[in-house]
């Protein structure tokens, strides 16, 4: 099957093309690289064999984004990764948000109905359950109002889609991931955040790597076991193989209804000293680190409940926590090779 994958030389997107590619499936990739590297595309290559095409512009250019489905009809599904995703950046600079990510998805739409392509899978996030009543969260928990523009682009961003479907032939597929992390094995491709790291992971492993003194874990005095948050942490790799299966399932027409929501996890949750011990378990580094107060807009506790995913789609995110920890430092270790 030929699938675009937008925002493919991304981190989740990135692995996604890997997968894709390893189950013989043709990739095309649109990245404007705002945030990411072309050189990606090398490291795509070196691990499947096999370089995906690949066009750069802006998807939320109406003309561009048109002209481009008119040339490429033949497309069968498409992954949209593509998006802004710094929750800080995103209270800052809304309007710069609701431009990039709504206006890029209501373009792919528009293609989409114009060219007769109707598979659509969003990359959606389990910020929409804000902090859940019940856990673990079902995909039927209440949608709690956004705590950032980024949270709010994405529960959006879901009812366009959902709108849409209701009127027209499109279907999609909304994965709703908890919190990705880790790197491919080969430690060719991984995460690559540009400047300080908002998110926890990049943080521990430039930590450990020398180039941040110290990280600093935001509130011990939460109504945990510990008192640090607990999230889901799942490897990327896992997370990426998820997307094989639901577009697969889409242009196989196995789905029940014309618009799915999926909770992507482990179904285990781990708080930050946890996830701390087992960095320093899995890599044998010490991690220099601090308690300070807690982050603004941070929830305490969230972990899926990952039956539905596991049933319906027949997918199982199999990496452990330690298998997760350790290949990210592998990357983090491979990118000072390449300095
Ligand atoms: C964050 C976003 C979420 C988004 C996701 C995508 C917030 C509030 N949420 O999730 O909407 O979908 O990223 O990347 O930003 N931590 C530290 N020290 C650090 C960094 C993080 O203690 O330097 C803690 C956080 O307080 C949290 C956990 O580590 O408890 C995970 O944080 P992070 O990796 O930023 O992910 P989320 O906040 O869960």
């Excluded at 019940?134 to 889609?161: F, H, M, R």
């Amino acid at each position: 099957m030929k699938i675009l994958v937008t925002g493919g030389t991304g981190y989740i997107g990135s692995h996604t093309a890997v997968e894709l590619q390893n189950s013989d499936h043709e990739v095309i990739i649109v990245d404007n690289l705002s945030n990411s590297d072309k050189n990606v595309l090398d490291g795509i290559e070196k691990i499947t064999g096999i370089r995906p095409e690949f066009e750069e512009f802006n998807l939320a250019d109406k003309k561009k984004t048109a002209d481009f489905f008119k040339r490429h009809s033949d497309i069968e599904g498409i992954i949209h990764f593509a998006a802004y995703k710094a929750v800080g950046e995103s209270v800052e600079k809304p309007l710069m948000y609701y431009r990039n990510n709504l206006f890029s998805l209501v373009n792919i739409l528009q293609g989409m109905k114009d060219n007769h392509i109707p598979n659509l899978v969003f990359s959606s996030s389990c910020t929409v359950y804000g902090q859940p009543d019940e856990l673990p969260v079902t995909e039927k928990a209440p949608i709690k109002k956004a705590e950032s523009p980024y949270g709010n682009t994405k529960q959006i961003s879901e009812e366009i889609i959902s709108d849409t479907i209701e009127s027209s032939e499109l279907k999609g597929i909304a994965l709703r991931y908890f919190n990705p992390i880790g790197a491919h094995e080969t430690a060719i491709i991984g995460e690559l955040p540009i400047g300080v790291p908002n998110n926890l992971m990049p943080f521990i492993t430039q930590t450990a790597a020398g180039i941040r003194e110290s990280l600093r874990v935001f509130g011990d005095d939460y109504n945990t076991p510990d008192g640090t948050a607990i999230r889901d942490y799942i490897h990327v790799v896992d997370l990426a193989k998820a997307h094989v299966v639901a577009v697969e399932r889409m242009v196989n027409q196995k789905m029940k209804k014309d618009f799915e929501v999926f909770n992507l996890g482990t179904g285990n949750g781990y708080s930050v000293l946890e996830v701390i011990k087992s960095f320093e378990r899995s890599t044998g580094e010490k991690l220099n680190y601090k308690i300070v107060g807690r982050r603004p807009g941070d929830v305490e506790q969230v972990w899926a409940d990952t039956q539905f995913a596991n049933e319906e789609l027949g997918w199982k995110a199999e990496k452990g926590i330690d298998e997760m920890t350790l290949s990210a430092w592998k990357w983090q270790q491979s990118l000072k090779e390449k300095d």
